[in-house]
């Protein structure tokens, strides 16, 4: 997953070079948005940030890059709604310490994360540039990938390969209810083109607090 997320900025710059080569007919600006609906890529920058933890741990995030997709409908010229999948590959340095004796103990490691959400989003000019604000509930998913179990090994007969071996280890995962706000821009560029710029914050409601990120997103729209 992490090679994708590396390849995606690339896929974004080639929508945008896309975008610009549409016929010139497409180019005008101000259209409608009633009705319509709207595909959209969502490319998400977290920057690093630390969560402190029971007992004096903590785990310090690696600032990184996510992605992930969505489709929009304009119930009006103003207010959107839609339902955004993404999803994110940080590094982390843990800190650990020892409930008998108190000593610390740092690990390095990585988080898997993905989000389902369902969000509104107000526009604030009925077309072209506009400010907005949004707000949105989902469920998140965390994989630290720290191991919690046994590991078990599964052999079978592949059609391909042959004889095939796996070893799986269970690792300490979390869903947790999530809430998210923001505010942002929108460019219009074109009818079938649009970017949206925004801030956003995140809740996780986990079962050992209530972390916050923040998320700095560039969305690719695209009017279908």
């Keep these: 997953m992490k090679s994708i997320v590396r390849l995606f900025p690339i896929v974004a710059i080639g929508a945008l070079a896309g975008a610009f080569m549409l016929p ?9 948005r009633a009705g319509h609906l709207e595909f959209i890529l969502p490319i998400v920058y977290t920057p690093s940030t630390t969560f402190n933890g029971q007992g004096g741990s903590s785990a310090e995030l690696n600032s990184d890059l996510g992605m992930g997709f969505g489709l929009g409908y304009h119930v009006n010229n103003h207010l959107q709604l839609n339902g955004m999948i993404n999803w994110n590959y940080q590094s982390y ?3 650990t310490v020892d ?8 690990a390095t490691g ?5 989000t389902i959400a369902l969000n509104a989003i107000f526009y604030f000019m009925p077309s072209g540039i506009t400010p907005f604000v ?10 630290t990938n720290v191991p919690n179990g046994i590991p078990s090994t599964g052999c079978w007969y592949d059609p391909w390969y042959g004889y095939i071996c796996n070893t799986y280890t269970p690792t300490k995962t979390q869903t947790a209810l999530s809430y998210n706000a923001g505010v ?9 083109f649009s970017l949206q710029a925004s801030y956003n914050k995140m809740w996780i409601d986990l079962s050992q607090g209530k972390p916050d990120l923040d ?3 560039l969305d690719l729209v695209f009017r279908m």
């Design 24 to 32: 010139s007919a497409a180019r005008a600006q101000g259209a409608p």
């Design 110 to 114: 990585t988080l898997d994360s993905s």
């Design 99 to 106: 409930a008998t004796n108190g000593t610390t103990r740092k």
């Design 215 to 217: 998320l700095w997103k």
């Design 93 to 95: 340095t843990a800190t």
């Design 134 to 143: 949004s707000g949105g509930i989902g469920s998140t998913f965390i994989d």
């Design 184 to 192: 942002g821009m929108r460019f219009e560029l074109n009818r079938s």
